[in-house]
């Protein structure tokens, strides 16, 4: 007898809030389900439209820094605030985006 196996995606669970202020929770900001879903890119901007993050591949590792050098300080970091994102998939799909709460 022949069995299958059904493989199901999980769905994305994207947070609106952390707390990267080196306490060891919420550090980083968590997507749970992004890698399994097929090529995308990740971009966060500031509320002037400011690209402060991107990439196309999400490790759960923004700790609420700039990948542009010297945006903020010499550290990088952004201010605590609201910050919002944009997700572009490959195959077409329609982007999601949401904003994100950075409390230190």
């Known amino acids: 007898m022949i069995s299958s196996?059904?493989?199901v995606l999980a769905d994305l669970k994207i947070p609106s809030a952390f707390s990267p202020?080196?306490?060891g929770?919420?550090?980083?900001?968590e997507i749970q389900g992004l890698n399994f879903?097929?090529?995308?890119?990740?971009?966060?901007?500031?509320r002037w439209e400011n690209i402060v993050f991107t990439t196309?591949?999400?490790?759960?590792d923004w700790?609420?820094?700039?990948?542009?050098?010297s945006f903020m300080s010499s550290s990088n970091e952004?201010?605590?605030?609201?910050y919002f994102y944009w997700i572009t998939w490959a195959d077409g799909t329609p982007p999601i985006s949401g904003y994100?709460?950075?409390?230190r």
Do not use: H, R
Request: proline share 2%; no cysteine.
């Open 56 to 60: 196309n591949d999400y490790q759960n």
């Open 25 to 29: 929770v919420n550090d980083t900001w």
């Open 78 to 82: 952004v201010p605590d605030g609201v």
């Open 21 to 23: 202020d080196g306490d």
């Open 5 to 7: 196996t059904e493989i």
């Open 100 to 103: 994100i709460y950075i409390k």
């Open 63 to 69: 700790a609420g820094t700039s990948t542009i050098s």
């Open 37 to 46: 879903k097929g090529a995308y890119e990740l971009t966060i901007f500031n």
